[in-house]
């Protein structure tokens, strides 16, 4: 069994961070360990929450027990989500040398959550600039929305041929992967939700529906990310793990807009998490 330590948020009630990646890579069989960065009453979208950011001396603290239990080595991937501090970044950059340190095989994901304002999501100052600095040389795969994407690249991205652009250049900035969640309004297809994946064997463009909803679910990225990985570590090639993942959070997407929900429908959605009804298929484009 593969085990990945997932350091993100909690949320209480409904789907986010942990709350969105842990169950769904549970379902793919791999062992998850969750840290939380911060446990809130809900999801900073809906514009009011209760809880609090987790002491950054926690992500450390915690995985000092876990070595001292001799447990570290087995873990086969980091992956990082929404953080709580800005000072919190350096502090999993740490756990991720401690943990290659134990097993030199480990991988990073960082999917680097730095907030949309417009939407709702809000994140801590000094955070941004933490994951753009600090994380990102050291990550061995990045997850960006389009507006990360921008962000981690420095390029404007007003348009397809940017977006690879924007991938190669994050790419030469240390990660070896980069999985973009959503190219928004600059893919092929406005009526289509699209991803990219880009790797030293080349770039893949996947397209799947562009589900309706009266309020955006939260979590999605969170979910992408999380099945991206498990993929992986249970020996999927990197373009049968974007199909996977691509068709699975379709399938969630599909059962969400069917049930009228804001939340992500998990559990409703469990079996096509694991099998997707959904075939849709990647194309090589450079």
Known sequence: MKHILSIQSHVVYGYAGNKSATFPMQLLGVDVWALNTVQFSNHTQYGKWTGMVIPKEQIGEILRGIDEIGELSKCNAVVSGYIGSAEQVEEIVNAVHKVKQRNPNALYLCDPVMGHPDKGCIVADGVKEGLINIAMAHADIMTPNLVELRELSGLTVENFEQAIEAVKVIRSKGPKKVLVKHLSKVGQDPSKFE???????????????????????????????????????????DLEAFEHTANAVNDVMETTHRAGSYELQLIAARDLIVTPKSQYRANKIA
Do not use: C, Y
Not at 199 to 204: H, K, L, R, V
């Open 195 to 237: 991803m990219l994946l880009a790797t030293e064997e080349g770039i893949w463009h996947i397209s799947r529906p562009l589900h309706d909803f009266a309020k955006e679910p939260v979590g999605v990225g969170d979910l992408t990310a999380g099945l991206f990985i498990a993929n992986l570590l249970n020996g999927k090639s």
